[in-house]
């Protein structure tokens, strides 16, 4: 299996399973030592794989270049190792490659030393990095080359990067040249993409067999740039068997989950969704949520509005139903929903006290699967414990706002830990949280965590949400299950707006404009 995630987008290069675990460093560690003892294959062999796997990638960025010289900046741990196969290699093609050192020779071991032994037999260039005074020397050289391997660091990170390997990262990051980095970039920790004091800034990160979490979460993610995930030769065995909790939403993933449309149906067959949404001021929320149902497959959309905001959206929405939520209030809110294949709250609903016995009234009593978004959250965070009387599958869409609100957290403290405090969420009150944010995490309640890569900062806009919650009912309306409808929604909206961003940029593309994109992302992918 082999994929390359441009910054934001995943482009696959060949097809391989729909779930791709993400590790974190201790797990990468045991899934090599199970290669290595349980299926008996050398760690040497997959050193050697590793080594080659960035070499194909380094040949790549080199083709455009006039200057062909490579600095490869190595640790003295296994990452330096993968490090000394790469200048051999380059040495072997007769590339001029000078391999710097940084850390006490002596604790170089294992198959790094088998390695580092074979360039002084070939009496490869190695230069030690020692102290201050060899920094300046060090920075002079890096100049003079056309591209700089970070081999320094890997998933042995184990504390804050200061001295002499700060300072090798301070000129490697001014340099300005292209920077690959071996694994992950160095300083980065793979348990959860913080910096742990200073990071190699790289143009793209080469990372072996599966990603780790530092590769996949901000900052983590932004200090790799482009990322290539390179099959090293573990067996797939082995790395099935790890189990992790934590996945990527990869576009098979996605490709297997959207319905299949066939000849002989009608519009009962995609399903029945009803939104509530709206308020005075803010029926956009609901002509944004209920258009994107539609263009999504639902069937028959119903979208219950304040009666003042009717005329809007029947200029709005001529394909949908429209209702008035105080028809449904005084005639009963359940005779309204019971027919219904889904059921969305909250965007742009404002926090009346109508609105409220309304949540009330639809939590206690849906028996399909329900959507809680905006002020349904907003809402929801007054009496939380009303998630216990939930009889039916939830999805809560918050952002780290609305989670801070529903958790009691700060919104810093919510993005510190966004895979913890999605998980603990959806543990706790047993529903599907999707945490939007710089990549995006859903969780469910057995514990498992997906995190989605497509989207940019463009669509940090108004309605953005909205769409997503449409999303979510237009594909839960069909019969999707409620995890996987959250989870297509999530990839499906990103790339929509990444869509959006290369057609408008990032500063005016708008929440319509992620819609008019899904029909092709859509095609798209059904077409792969
Ligand atoms: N068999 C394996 O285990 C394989 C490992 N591979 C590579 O090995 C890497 C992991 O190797 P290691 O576990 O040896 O770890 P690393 O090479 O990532 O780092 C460990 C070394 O760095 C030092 N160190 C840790 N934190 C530091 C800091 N903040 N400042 C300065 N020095 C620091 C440690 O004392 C140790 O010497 C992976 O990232 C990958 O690149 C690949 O070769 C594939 C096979
Ligand atoms: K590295």
Redesign the pocket.
Known sequence: MSYTVDFGKIIHIAKGGDIMQILKNEEM?KL?ELA?HTYKIP?II??EN?GISVVEEIEKCLIAKENKKIAIIC????????GFVIARHFLNKGIEVTTYIV?DFS?IKG?AKINFDILEKIKAPIVKLMDSKDIEEFEKDLSQHSILIDAL?????????EGI?KEVIIKMNLSGKEIIA???PSGVNGNDGKV?GIAVKATKTVT?QLPKIGNILFPGSYYGGELSIKN?GIPKKAVDSMQSKVHLITENMVQSILPKRYADTHKGSYGRAFIIAGSIGMSGAAILASKTALKCGTGLLRTAVPNSLIPILENQLIEGITLPLEEMLEKGILDYIKEENVIAIGPGCGRSQQFEEILHTVVRNATVPLVIDADGLNMLANNISLLKDLKVPCIITPHPGEMSRLTGLSIQEVNDHRLDIARNFSEKWGVITLLKGARTVIANPQGEVFINRTGNPGMATAGSGDVLTGMITGLLSQGVEPLKATMAAAYLHGTAGDRAAIRLGEYSMMAGDIIYEIPTVIQEIMKK
Do not use: E, S
Request: hydrophobic share 40%; net charge negative; proline share 0%.
């Open positions: 560690r090599d290595i760690g997959l050193m590793a640790g003295v741990g296994n990452n330096g190792g993968d850390g604790n198959d660091l890997g998933t042995g990170l184990q504390r804050t990067v390997m071996v694994d992950i742990q072996f090293i």
